[in-house]
């Protein structure tokens, strides 16, 4: 009967945590929704914007401050996880492709620099001592594009005052609720000094520009690159809500499995206890016939 006791008692148990998983997952399901929409939203604005941008910069010469590419001397590493757990290997895999940046550019005899958005990543990082840590979990609680783009706007002025040669952002990129593609991606300096011209090409789009072009592209290249950062932030969030809402599913179903084989060992287990009682009332009866 003890036996009994344990499986009814690990039965209700997981029976409970089946509840509560169910429960996560229909919350994930709701915020996925509405970060879904805000993504999907977002990249074709995105989009636009650097189509423009391709098409102003034809490579002749009209640079901004933002294309220069110096040696990497101080760099810039942005992480982007998420501010709770329970999301699957979604922060694990983005602290991996980190530790692996750091590791490559500590080999190049570069000063790194973290930047943190998102308490997972703050909480491992903040351990390796030797790095300048700093942290903006807080624009994951509700992520406006005013508040992302000033940290944006502090990292392109540090850059255009060349305190630092190169920013990076690693982040998880929204793809479908079930899939998400690892980035890491240069944000600054814009192009990676891969530029290519196109002087004596058609241009896609045969615009008339006024002002000059020169002017255009030092007007939007900011605009472009605080909408990038914007955009990786809205990735990440949409990412990780649909890890959360498929990893709480997997739990749920996980958990229905095994209330099916415990079912199945107590009504087993309950058997085999009223067939012994069975026994022993018959061999009681007959011993006293006897």
């Not at 001397?73 to 999301?87: A, E, F, I, R």
């Not at 990292?155 to 005052?161: E, I, N, P, Q, Y």
Request: glycine share 4%; hydrophobic share 40%.
């Amino acid at each position: 009967m003890a036996n009994l006791k344990e499986v009814r008692t690990r039965i209700a148990s997981v029976s409970s945590t089946q509840q509560i998983t169910s429960a996560m997952k229909m919350v994930s399901a709701a915020k996925f929704r509405r970060a879904q929409n805000a993504i999907i939203g977002m990249r074709p604005y995105a989009a636009q914007l650097n189509e423009i941008i391709a098409d102003i910069d034809s490579g002749d010469g009209a640079l901004t401050p933002y294309h220069a590419v110096r040696p990497a001397h101080t760099v810039v590493l942005v992480v982007v996880t998420s501010n709770k757990g329970l999301c699957g290997a979604f922060n694990s895999n983005v602290l991996k492709l980190a530790q692996q940046r750091i590791e490559h550019w500590r080999s190049e005899g570069a000063i790194l620099k973290l930047v943190t958005i998102g308490k997972k990543a703050s909480e491992m990082l903040a351990r390796q001592k030797d790095l300048a840590l700093t942290s903006h979990d807080e624009l994951l609680d509700a992520p406006a594009f005013d508040a992302v783009a000033t940290l944006a706007d502090s990292l392109m002025t540090a850059f255009v005052d060349k305190s630092i040669d190169r920013v990076e952002v690693v982040y998880n990129q929204f793809r479908n609720s079930i899939a998400q593609d690892l980035c890491c991606e240069q944000w600054l300096p814009v192009g990676g000094g891969e530029r290519k011209a196109k002087s004596g090409k058609q241009k896609a789009n045969d615009y008339i520009y006024e002002p000059s072009e020169e002017e255009i592209l030092r007007e939007m290249i900011p605009l472009t690159l605080r909408s990038t950062f914007y955009r990786m932030v809205l990735d990440s969030l949409a990412a990780e809500h649909g890890a959360r809402m498929t990893a709480m599913q997997k739990a749920t179903d996980n958990a229905t499995e095994l209330l099916k084989d415990l079912r199945l060992s107590y009504n087993k287990a309950r058997q085999a206890s009223i067939t012994n009682e069975i026994i022993e009332i018959v061999s009681g009866s007959e011993a006293l016939k006897g």
